[in-house]
């Protein structure tokens, strides 16, 4: 009953901004893995945002003026036989109990019934997603209203995308939300607490994923929120690897990025640790710049900063550290300014969090960068990866062997506070004393 009454406060937000609109919202689609196989389903992010509802071929409509129906559910109707297979549907009984509805229709009606939620409003809200019949059936309905308007002189005479209004929105986290994602990144930090015992040279880095992934399913919660990242050796250089196919050997670095979803709410965390359990001189030296530049960039995480500002101070300490380390040649600021440390450090300092891993919401508006608000949560995640096949930026010098192979990232969820922020991942170590001494 929380979280229903959760997702009634949202609608009712949602609701006062979009006034005399009305807002559609379409369920995701089912997604086939081969033949008749299905992946496991996963809701629309926006559509459980303000709904709650899970089940797959539904639409959601919030129509504030309508002065019976605001939250209107269209949904599949129920199917013993098929029931057989996936389980029980709720029943438009159920569904309107159970998600607090105005009123629930079966899919099959939602041409004849839709027309009256839109034919009083000034805009209709819809994004335009995957779903590109369903898009059409939109386009057709918002067509039937505009070719009535000359007559009437009411009816929605735009479309806006729906994100404009609600992603605004999903980036302030509600203390719900806060919550869940607590109990996320507490059963993540306990997964890679437990993996961290397990690695070993000669095992395999699948067999480190097995380990994270026992503990997340252990303990309740939903599923990875992302393919689980155990990179080894010169694979840790390789932002998105997930073959974690390879087998771990003495001084080697393995890269672990993984975090579980739990109630629909995700963690991610990364951290990089030796295999033999003691850094390399030339690892130490990276992974130090490094936690320094997370360091100095979480240090900016406060409402009055920018998005921006942090980013820059991570590439500051990287820049200025890889020309200590003569990896790079030249001023600092030059040196930013050419962009000549993106062969190294090719991606931003973090992603927003939320609902998705990389959560809607923009970074910066025009020319100006987003400031942070208390309740924005974003990852803080800056690396070094010097590969094998790592070419340096024009001008630069060549990179010596004993630098190739090494890639390291840092990573922590963060949230903005009204007096700074908080890291919610803190209680996994991170420091070189720290990891050396586990």
């Known amino acids: 009953m929380k979280m229903k009454e959760e997702h009634r406060q949202r609608r009712e937000r949602f609701m006062k901004m979009i ?8 369920s995701s689609p089912v997604a086939i893995m081969h033949n008749d196989v299905e992946y496991p389903y996963r809701q629309d992010s926006d559509f459980f945002y303000l709904t709650g509802y899970k089940e797959p071929e539904a639409v959601a409509v919030i129509a504030p003026h309508h002065d019976k129906h605001q939250f209107v559910l ?38 004849e019934k839709l027309p009256q939620y839109l034919e009083n409003a000034d805009k209709i809200y819809y994004h335009f997603g995957r779903d590109r019949a369903f898009n059409e059936k939109v386009l057709r309905h918002w067509q039937l209203q505009i070719n009535k308007y000359p007559k009437r002189g009411k009816g929605p005479i735009a479309i806006q995308d729906s994100g404009t209004i609600l992603h605004p929105m999903r980036m302030v986290k509600s203390r719900a939300e806060i919550d869940l994602m607590r109990k996320a990144i507490a059963i993540s930090i ?27 399913r252990r303990n309740g919660a939903d599923s990875p929120a992302y393919p689980t990242i155990v990179a080894s050796g010169p694979k840790s250089c390789i932002l998105h690897y997930t073959e974690n196919n390879r087998q771990l050997r003495d001084n080697d670095l393995i890269l672990i990025d993984a975090g579980c979803s739990y ?13 033999s359990g003691k850094f390399t001189p030339e690892q130490k030296a990276i992974y130090e710049i490094v936690l ?30 890889l020309v200590e380390l003569g990896i790079l040649s030249g001023d600092v600021e030059e040196l930013i300014n050419e962009e000549k440390y993106k062969p190294f450090f090719m991606h931003r300092i973090g992603h927003w969090i939320g609902l998705d891993v990389h959560d809607v919401g923009l970074y910066q508006k025009g020319e ?16 070094i990866y010097i590969g094998p096949d790592t070419q340096p930026a024009e001008g630069q010098p060549g990179i010596e062997e004993k630098w190739r192979g090494i890639g390291i990232r840092i990573e922590d969820d963060v949230l903005v506070t009204t007096e700074g922020h908080e890291v919610l991942t803190s209680a996994l170590p991170k420091s070189v004393d720290e990891i050396e001494q586990f």
Not at 190 to 216: D, L, M, N, S, W
């Open 263 to 275: 109630g629909y709410y995700p963690a991610d965390i990364t951290r990089t640790i030796p295999v």
């Open 368 to 383: 100006a960068s987003k400031q942070f608000q208390p309740g924005n949560m974003l990852t803080v995640e800056p690396g």
């Open 190 to 216: 306990e997964a890679h607490t437990h993996a961290r015992k397990t690695i070993r040279p000669g095992c395999y880095e699948y067999e480190i994923q097995a380990e994270i992934e026992y503990v997340f």
């Open 74 to 111: 269209f949904i599949q109707p129920e199917n013993p036989d098929q029931e057989i297979w996936t389980g029980k549907r709720p029943s438009v009984e159920e569904a309107k109990e159970v998600y607090g509805a105005d009123e629930v229709f079966l899919i099959t009606e939602i041409d």
């Open 292 to 321: 320094e530049a997370q360091k100095q960039a979480i240090a900016k995480v406060r409402p009055e900063n920018t998005y921006q500002r942090a980013t820059e101070t991570a590439v500051r300490v990287i820049t200025k550290g």
């Open 19 to 26: 006034s005399n609109s009305t807002a559609v919202f379409r």
